[in-house]
């Protein structure tokens, strides 16, 4: 099931839009669940991190695209965002929020087509989606966009790509949730071993932290590391 929110003010886009995903989804055996919004606000008012792709109009009354966008970003950097709109020159301004593509009105199904299948083949390159509560809300990262967690007391630090986090969490539970290709290199650090890029003699090189080891826990992370570099994930 692939989960897809169409957010536009155009009641006839959101229907064509619809009409063109059951289209994909007779030709292809993919089921969709779409939810549509009328407006940026009644989507991030109500947004919780469920969806895979976005397809999001730029020019709405209120919050518009871009803004709905950046808000979206701050709750959730794995969903797809696919600005829909007739300014193609606006569109341009998707890397600011790692906008996969756009697609310009009146929309053509043959290049609807074509996106939405770059966006599903995205979907199922990073399924990897860990799931976090921080401040009351439900964020959502990529797992393959996170290199290291730490302890800080009652809390853990997710150290991504994009940036940090803070959750209250300890660091067990979340090692439940990461995923084999995790590894504890000491009782305070769980490392993706993907970013790892050396192996020093009481330390790791991850994302270009340098991490220390533990006597205890090396032995099972060079292990660890070694079968993750073997199977090529």
Same mark, same amino acid.
């Given at each position: 099931?692939?989960?897809?929110?169409?957010?536009?003010?155009?009641?006839?886009?959101?229907?064509?839009? !619809?009409?063109?995903?059951?289209?994909?989804?007779?030709?292809?055996?993919?089921? /969709?669940?779409?939810?549509?919004?009328?407006?940026?606000?009644?989507?991030?008012?109500?947004?919780?991190?469920?969806?895979?792709?976005?397809?999001?109009?730029?020019?709405?009354?209120?919050?518009?695209?871009?803004?709905?966008?950046?808000?979206?970003?701050?709750?959730?950097?794995?969903?797809?965002?696919? /600005?829909?709109?007739?300014?193609?020159?606006?569109?341009? !301004?998707?890397?600011?929020?790692?906008?996969?593509?756009?697609?310009?009105?009146?929309?053509?199904?043959?290049?609807?087509?074509?996106?939405?299948?770059?966006?599903?083949?995205?979907?199922?390159?990073?399924?990897? !989606?860990?799931?976090?509560?921080?401040?009351?809300?439900?964020?959502?990262?990529?797992?393959?966009?996170?290199?290291?967690?730490?302890?800080?007391?009652?809390?853990?630090?997710?150290?991504?790509?994009?940036?940090?986090? !803070?959750?209250?969490?300890?660091?067990?539970?979340?090692?439940?949730?990461?995923?084999?290709?995790?590894?504890?290199?000491?009782?305070?650090?769980?490392?993706?071993?993907?970013?790892?890029?050396?192996?020093?003699?009481?330390?790791?090189?991850?994302?270009?932290?340098?991490?220390?080891?533990?006597?205890?826990?090396?032995?099972?992370?060079?292990?660890?590391?070694?079968?993750?570099?073997?199977?090529?994930?």
């Amino acid at each position: 099931m692939i989960h897809v929110a169409v957010v536009d003010d155009d009641a006839e886009e959101r229907r064509r839009i !619809k009409e063109y995903l059951d289209g994909i989804s007779a030709k292809r055996g993919i089921e /969709f669940s779409v939810r549509e919004f009328a407006d940026g606000s009644s989507f991030i008012g109500t947004y919780t991190p469920e969806y895979d792709i976005v397809l999001m109009d730029i020019e709405m009354p209120g919050m518009n695209g871009l803004e709905s966008a950046r808000q979206l970003r701050s709750l959730d950097t794995a969903v797809i965002i696919i /600005f829909v709109t007739r300014m193609a020159n606006l569109a341009a !301004k998707g890397y600011e929020v790692d906008a996969l593509d756009f697609i310009v009105k009146p929309i053509d199904s043959y290049a609807f087509s074509l996106k939405i299948s770059r966006a599903l083949s995205r979907v199922a390159s990073s399924a990897d !989606k860990i799931l976090l509560r921080i401040d009351g809300e439900i964020r959502c990262i990529k797992a393959n966009t996170l290199r290291y967690i730490e302890t800080d007391g009652h809390y853990v630090i997710y150290h991504t790509s994009d940036g940090t986090l !803070k959750e209250y969490a300890s660091l067990k539970s979340v090692e439940k949730k990461v995923g084999p290709n995790f590894a504890r290199c000491n009782s305070c650090y769980l490392v993706n071993l993907r970013f790892v890029t050396s192996v020093r003699k009481n330390s790791v090189i991850v994302g270009g932290d340098e991490l220390p080891m533990s006597r205890p826990k090396k032995h099972s992370f060079l292990e660890a590391l070694t079968s993750f570099v073997g199977g090529g994930k």
